[in-house]
């Protein structure tokens, strides 16, 4: 078993029935360096993921790899990194998202509803008559989604 599999298969035991998922694993050609992404359904911690990256390391030091020197690391997706898994998008409703398909048409609306193959986006067609329509989207037909971040105050 590869570096990078040992690394992930060790991270998955670990957040095994747990709230948090793996969203992505990257390595270089050698495998001297590996980069996990993981997320939760409510957002991740700096601090779990340092917590857990103690754990996993404990138990590579205890295992005999064929890697002499690496460096792992475990990390939660920046905010303007692309949505990669369906289960990402549900802590995102009601927030602003950049979708791609993959005929290369990009929507750019509020997410309002999710189920297991689609997400509702609210587009608005023209701001001035607020004109909305909601475009149903299946996931199969994503190439990427981002989360637009808004600075923008709340008024109360």
Same mark, same amino acid.
């Given at each position: 078993?590869?570096?990078?599999?040992?690394?992930?298969?060790?991270?998955?035991?670990?957040?095994?029935?747990?709230?948090? $998922?793996?969203?992505?694993?990257?390595?270089?050609?050698?495998?001297?360096?590996?980069?996990?992404?993981?997320?939760?359904?409510?957002?991740?911690?700096?601090?779990?993921?340092?917590?857990?990256?103690?754990?996993?390391?404990?138990?590579?030091?205890?295992?005999?790899?064929?890697?002499?020197? $690496?460096? $792992?690391?475990?990390?939660?997706?920046?905010?303007?990194?692309?949505?990669?898994?369906?289960?990402?998008?549900?802590?995102?409703?009601?927030?602003?998202?950049?979708?791609?398909?993959?005929?290369?048409?990009?929507?750019?609306?509020?997410?309002?509803?999710?189920?297991?193959?689609?997400?509702?986006?609210?587009?608005?067609?023209?701001?001035?008559?607020?004109?909305?329509?909601?475009?149903?989207?299946?996931?199969?037909?994503?190439?990427?989604?981002?989360?637009?971040?808004? $600075?923008?105050?709340?008024?109360?």
């Amino acid at each position: 078993m590869s570096l990078k599999e040992t690394i992930t298969q060790l991270i998955e035991e670990e957040i095994n029935g747990s709230e948090y $998922f793996i969203v992505q694993t990257q390595s270089n050609a050698n495998e001297s360096s590996v980069k996990v992404y993981i997320d939760g359904d409510a957002g991740v911690d700096i601090g779990y993921c340092a917590r857990l990256s103690r754990r996993v390391s404990a138990q590579l030091d205890e295992m005999e790899t064929e890697q002499e020197r $690496f460096r $792992f690391e475990i990390s939660s997706p920046g905010a303007d990194n692309p949505l990669l898994l369906s289960r990402q998008y549900s802590k995102h409703l009601g927030r602003d998202l950049e979708v791609e398909l993959n005929n290369g048409e990009k929507h750019l609306g509020k997410l309002t509803q999710l189920d297991k193959n689609t997400l509702d986006l609210e587009i608005i067609e023209d701001p001035k008559k607020k004109l909305i329509r909601t475009e149903q989207i299946s996931f199969d037909d994503i190439r990427q989604s981002v989360v637009q971040i808004s $600075f923008k105050s709340k008024k109360t």
